[in-house]
């Protein structure tokens, strides 16, 4: 399996700040990389895949840069209703593994 | 409009078998590039991916589990039905199904809203 490690695992940030979400992975999966929003008691929503296509309907604010093992996700002015749980997951090969999520909390 | 919805018991107990049912609309298991996967997150917890069926009948298993699932599809009635065998509590989780087209390469786009897997004598 593909191990997929985001950092941090937790933030704390303010509303404007912008924020940065790193995910590596354990080989080389391309552009294969996908990134996540998830609510409280919500199913995750898709904010970008291969690596930094925007998702049809998701804000401008969020986008995502990377290749080969490194990837980021970057949240240019935090907003209240960003406040979420956020899981990178790569789909270069089956099983399509997760990170372990990283939860951004109000400062 | 594509849509997905889970079906099935919400308490098991040990040993015995799950098996859940996704029903889904806006789409065809059919078409080319298609496919459902089952992901699940147990309480407080990350994803796990679990498996996944693609138009052609083309099936893949999380390796650590393999032996305990099976995934098929029922093209007519616009379902998969999802089984795993033998129980545990740690299986306690909400298990989600989710539709993924170009045979995933552009993510998860639409979730079904999950249920909640209880195991538990």
């Known amino acids: 399996d593909i191990q997929m490690t985001q950092s941090p695992s937790s933030l704390s940030a303010s509303v404007g700040d912008r924020v940065t979400i790193t995910c590596r992975a354990s080989?080389?999966?391309?552009?294969?990389l996908n990134w996540y929003q998830q609510k409280p008691g919500k199913a995750p929503k898709l904010l970008i895949y291969a690596a930094f296509s925007l998702q049809s309907g998701v804000p401008s604010r969020f986008s995502g840069s990377g290749s080969g093992t490194d990837f980021t996700l970057t949240i240019s002015s935090l907003q209240p209703e960003d406040f979420a749980t956020y899981y990178c997951q790569q789909s270069y090969s089956t099983p399509q593994t997760f990170g372990q999520g990283t939860k951004v909390e109000i400062k | 409009q594509i849509t997905l919805k889970e079906s099935g018991p919400t308490l098991v107990k040990p040993t015995q078998t799950l098996t859940l049912t996704c029903t889904f609309s806006g789409f065809s298991l059919r078409t080319s590039g298609v496919g459902v996967g089952w992901i699940r997150q147990p309480p407080g917890k990350a994803l796990e991916w679990l498996a996944l069926?693609?138009?052609?009948?083309?099936?893949r298993y999380s390796p650590s589990l393999k032996s305990r699932l099976t995934i098929t599809k029922d093209t007519s009635k616009n379902q998969v039905v999802f089984t795993m065998t033998n129980m545990d509590p740690v299986d306690t989780a909400t298990y989600y199904c989710a539709h993924m087209g170009h045979m995933g390469a552009a993510g998860i786009d639409y979730w079904g809203q999950g249920t909640l897997v209880t195991v538990s004598s």
């Open positions: 080989q080389t999966i391309g552009s294969y």
């Open positions: 069926i693609y138009w052609n009948d083309d099936k």
